[in-house]
């Protein structure tokens, strides 16, 4: 078997993990890998051995900034055994009454499903930020609603708002291939007649919406907080994740400094999402 015939896998930790796993994902990304998957400590990436080789893959990690640090282990994968390792890598999941699954699992254990496929982009709904704002999400009426998914990644939360009823969704994100992948799942989910996707950042928009979604990451939220205060209509919900219990003080500090009104949060594990009114 030659190198050909193998993928390798490879289990980056990072830390610290809300900010660092983003910035790996981009530098990662200028590579050949094929794939990645978030984890609870960083995120899995997978690539040919053939491509793998000529990674040198201390210089790749030398791009991250100096505040994070990042370890990694190797596993190789035969390719005959790839599809199906690739799908036991993650398995569908429940949150409420709604199943997230790939198109690969079984069909639907629940009365509505979201079906996911995350190829490079995050959000398969295993990280917890996703899985605690899909449940915060899933307690608004969205019936009619306008809606903004901000750092989109696959589109999961866009989604699902527009699968609840809303009017129309946009969502954006910084990076081609997660604009790609959103249009990919939108489809899947038949809702691409409600939902837009488009590459760029928070200085692109121009309308104003019901409820915005951001999942990022603390440094990020705290940026683009002024951004998401201007586009909310009156009585607006904004829901942000991405972040711990000991940044939500702060976090709230920058939202009420903008008009915005802590209402409630939800948490798991040490991760938060919290719900604000305009």
């Avoid at 690739?86 to 999941?93: A, N």
């Avoid at 249009?183 to 104003?208: F, M, P, W």
Wanted: aromatic residues 8%; negative net charge.
């Amino acid at each position: 078997m030659d190198s050909t015939d193998i993928y390798i896998e490879i289990d980056f930790h990072v830390s610290p993990h809300d900010d660092g796993s983003d910035i790996l994902l981009a530098v990662l990304s200028e590579q050949q890998f094929e794939s990645f998957l978030e984890t609870n400590s960083g995120l899995r990436a997978y690539i040919k051995k053939v491509d793998w080789n000529s990674i040198d893959i201390q210089q790749v990690l030398s791009l991250m900034p100096s505040a994070f640090v990042v370890s990694h282990e190797i596993n190789e994968i035969p390719i005959e055994n790839w599809n199906s390792h690739w799908e036991s890598s993650f398995q569908s999941i429940v949150i409420g009454d709604y199943t997230v699954r790939a198109p690969f699992h079984p069909p639907k254990m629940t009365d509505h499903e979201l079906i996911i496929e995350p190829k490079m982009s995050f959000g398969t709904g295993h990280h917890q930020t996703t899985q605690i704002m899909m449940t915060h999400a899933l307690e608004i009426d969205m019936v009619g609603k306008s809606v903004l998914d901000m750092g989109c990644g696959t589109g999961i939360l866009g989604i699902l708002a527009a699968d609840l009823g809303a009017k129309s969704v946009l969502a954006i994100d910084i990076e081609s291939w997660c604009v790609d992948n959103t249009l990919e799942n939108a489809e899947r989910n038949r809702c691409n007649h409600v939902l837009k996707a488009i590459r760029g950042d928070v200085d692109i928009l121009s309308e104003t919406y019901d409820l915005i979604f951001a999942n990022i990451n603390r440094n990020t939220l705290i940026r683009h907080i002024p951004y998401y205060a201007k586009r909310l209509q009156r009585q607006g919900v904004l829901l942000l994740s991405g972040f711990y219990q000991t940044d939500l003080l702060e976090i709230t500090h920058v939202c009420k400094s903008n008009g915005l009104t802590f209402e409630s949060n939800n948490k798991l594990d040490d991760w938060v999402c919290a719900k604000y009114v305009y």
